[in-house]
């Protein structure tokens, strides 16, 4: 027993280091670099410590690059939208992330962004393939998830060091919300399903751009229609 038990110790401790590896890194010469933009990592990333200058958001060429430390939200507040609207990008990461993919793109609904109560709806890509839809009520995840994360036929896949592009919107028409990777809908809504006690307040409001911790992406033609 002893034996098995030295065993099954030694393999955890091959097992933890790579999911340990994976804590939030902290990006040199941080901050949002974009005039109008602000951003805020996650309310849980912020209780250990983290601030929004341990990643980096700036333009080049065009494009909005982003290495992320924590979990973050990057908006210019002048970028709102209500009734009909899409919004959309195009997200690219140059090398898909070992280990474990990290997702990344597009949020609406956006209100309280710049306190420790944000509101508001993402929809992101990983470059394995999967599609997830999220929310945060007054700073708390909105749970269980709108879209549970799944593979989705749409959304492209990489290998671990490769380059991946995800095309990624969200469309608001009527009383329905839809997010669409790479020009399939992947999850689609009823308002109702999206607003209420607990959840969203509304589908007005600022739209930015979402990104998980430790991942490095170009952020392409974002706007709205």
């Given amino acids: 027993m002893r034996v098995l038990t030295g065993?099954?110790?030694?393999?955890?401790?091959?097992?933890?280091?790579?999911?340990?590896?994976?804590?939030?890194?902290?990006?040199?010469?941080?901050?949002?670099?974009?005039?109008?933009?602000?951003?805020?990592?996650?309310?849980?990333?912020?209780?250990?410590?983290?601030?929004?200058?341990?990643?980096?958001?700036?333009?080049?060429?065009?494009?909005?690059?982003?290495?992320?430390?924590?979990?973050?939200?990057?908006?210019?507040?002048?970028?709102?939208?209500?009734?009909?609207?899409?919004?959309?990008?195009s997200f690219t990461e140059p090398k898909m992330s070992e280990g474990h993919p990290h997702p990344y793109g597009i949020f609406i609904g956006g209100s309280g962004l710049d306190t420790d109560k944000p509101s508001y709806m993402y929809c992101?890509?990983?470059?394995?393939?999967?599609?997830?839809?999220?929310?945060?009520?007054?700073?708390?995840?909105?749970?269980?998830?709108?879209?549970?994360?799944q593979p989705a036929a749409s959304v492209a896949k990489a290998a671990a060091g490769q380059p991946v592009t995800q095309s990624i919107a969200w469309t608001v028409?009527?009383?329905?919300?839809e997010c669409s990777i790479n020009g399939a809908v992947v999850a689609g809504f009823n308002k109702a399903d999206l607003v209420g006690a607990g959840k969203l307040t509304?589908?007005?409001?600022?739209?930015?751009?979402?990104?998980a911790h430790n991942v490095d992406i170009v952020v392409k033609d974002f706007g709205k229609k």
Avoid: C
């Fill in 7 to 89: 065993v099954f110790i030694a393999a955890l401790a091959l097992a933890v280091p790579a999911a340990a590896q994976d804590t939030d890194r902290k990006v040199a010469g941080g901050g949002v670099m974009v005039k109008g933009w602000q951003g805020l990592v996650d309310p849980a990333a912020a209780a250990k410590g983290a601030t929004i200058k341990d990643s980096r958001f700036e333009e080049k060429d065009g494009a909005f690059h982003i290495s992320a430390g924590s979990q973050s939200t990057y908006w210019n507040p002048a970028n709102t939208a209500s009734g009909d609207y899409t919004v959309s990008a």
């Fill in 124 to 149: 992101v890509a990983y470059g394995n393939g999967d599609a997830l839809v999220r929310g945060f009520s007054n700073g708390q995840v909105v749970k269980p998830d709108y879209f549970k994360r």
């Fill in 173 to 177: 028409k009527g009383d329905r919300a």
């Fill in 202 to 211: 509304s589908l007005d409001g600022i739209y930015g751009i979402r990104a």
